[in-house]
């Protein structure tokens, strides 16, 4: 596939201290690609999702998005993080504000939207996220599952080049986990490039394109979804995924 590619980090290394939590890292991650990256806990899955909207700064090597190196600070970083979506495990809604108002409150601030032409969007992705319904709720009156569609919703309000989910479905009780992977899957489908920290295999199998492995800090392995879970080429690989399809 000739890959058009939106994300690109070359040569990336980071430490935390005398910790060095990014090794070497080169990933493409192309347009409307899926990327779904695994490894064991500590291996560095969430500071790589967090190097890749800035939240974390590197050493050395670089990453771009959209042919452009990251942005350092002040308004071109605000866009950045507005063009690459971030979920994460918890749902980071604000408790005092409407599920309406969580959705809008960025595209105002960020995007300057005015408040009606914000308010009509964030209608449209919460009943695209199945949570129309439940707009004039506040947070803690929700599950967990629909808190975190409702974190996607107000992502995508954004209008991101890319998203980045960190364990999107890890503090879900299972009988949520599906419904915010629907989620993903359609936005997958429709062509949202996305990078996925996740042990969700049926997710992987069903819309990735490539499967990333880490290990130590170092992307081992990087292939397609299928080939990965049935033939994983290195021992740290296999070892990780007997572990977890045994469980
Ligand atoms: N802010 C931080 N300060 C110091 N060490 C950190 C920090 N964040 C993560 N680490 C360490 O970096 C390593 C990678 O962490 P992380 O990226 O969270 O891994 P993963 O998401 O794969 O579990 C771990 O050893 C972790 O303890
Ligand atoms: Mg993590």
């Known amino acids: 596939m000739a890959v058009d590619p939106l994300i690109e980090l070359r040569g990336v290394n980071k430490y935390y201290g005398e910790l060095h939590v990014l090794r070497d890292i080169d990933l493409t991650v192309g347009r409307g690609e899926v990327v779904v990256v695994i490894g064991p806990s500590g291996s560095g899955k969430s500071t790589l999702c967090r190097t890749i909207n800035r939240l974390e700064t590197v050493e050395s090597g670089t990453i771009t998005l959209d042919g452009r190196p990251l942005p350092q ?36 601030k960020v995007r300057g939207r005015g408040k009606d032409d914000a308010d009509r969007r964030s209608r449209e992705l919460l009943d695209r996220v199945g949570l129309l319904a439940h707009a004039g709720k506040y947070p803690a009156q929700l599950s967990g599952g629909q808190q975190q569609r409702v974190a996607i919703a107000r992502a995508l309000a954004m209008e991101p080049k890319a998203m980045l989910f960190d364990e999107p479905t890890s503090a879900l ?36 394109n490539r499967v990333v492995f880490m290990a130590d800090g170092r992307i081992v392995e990087d292939r397609d979804p299928e080939g990965f879970f049935t033939n994983p080429g290195s021992d740290r690989a296999k070892d990780f995924l007997s572990k977890i399809l045994k469980h």
Not at 183 to 202: C, D, F, I, K, N
Not at 203 to 208: D, K, L, P, T, V
């Open 173 to 208: 009780d299972p009988e949520m986990i599906n419904e915010v992977l629907e989620v993903m899957r359609g936005l997958a489908r429709e062509g949202m490039t996305m990078v996925v920290v996740t042990h969700e295999m049926g997710f992987a199998r069903a819309s990735a």
């Open 73 to 108: 600070e002040g308004r071109a970083l605000a866009r950045l993080r507005a063009e690459v979506g971030m979920v994460f495990q918890s749902f980071n809604l604000f408790a005092h504000k409407t599920v309406l108002q969580n959705v809008s409150l960025a595209q105002v």
